[in-house]
Structure formats: C-alpha cells, structure tokens
C-alpha cells in the first residue's frame, strides 16, 4: 500500500464550507493538495492555496 500525504483547508463559517471550482466546470473541490518533500503543513497549504486560489495565507 502507498502512503499518500495530502492536506486540505476546510473553512466554515455560519455553518457553510468555503469550497472552490474551476473555470468552466460544475463540481466544486476544497482547496488543497499533496506536500512536497520537506515541506510544513503550513508550507504546503500556503503552496497550494496560492496555486489554485491565487491568494496568500496569512
């Protein structure tokens, strides 16, 4: 079995997830994604956030 490593930023407010979808599609994802070695959990959240949401954590 592989051992994957991923992570995720699950945000809720007012009892509603923020959740993201890309350009053009219907199904909606939550940010996130898998570390790249040697990386943090805040490095590898900030990392794919800025990636796919084009914003930066603070």
């Known amino acids: 079995m592989k051992l994957i490593d991923k992570l995720a ?6 009892g509603k997830i923020l959740s993201t979808r890309s350009k053009g599609r219907t199904k909606y994802y939550i940010p ?4 790249e070695a040697g990386e943090t959990d805040f490095q590898a959240l900030y990392r794919e956030i800025q ?3 084009s914003i930066n954590l603070i």
Do not use: N, P, V
């Not at 930023?9 to 007012?14: G, L, N, Q, V, Y």
């Not at 996130?32 to 570390?35: A, D, E, H, T, V």
């Open 9 to 14: 930023w699950i945000e809720i407010r007012d």
């Open 32 to 35: 996130g994604g898998k570390r």
């Open 51 to 53: 990636e796919e949401l």
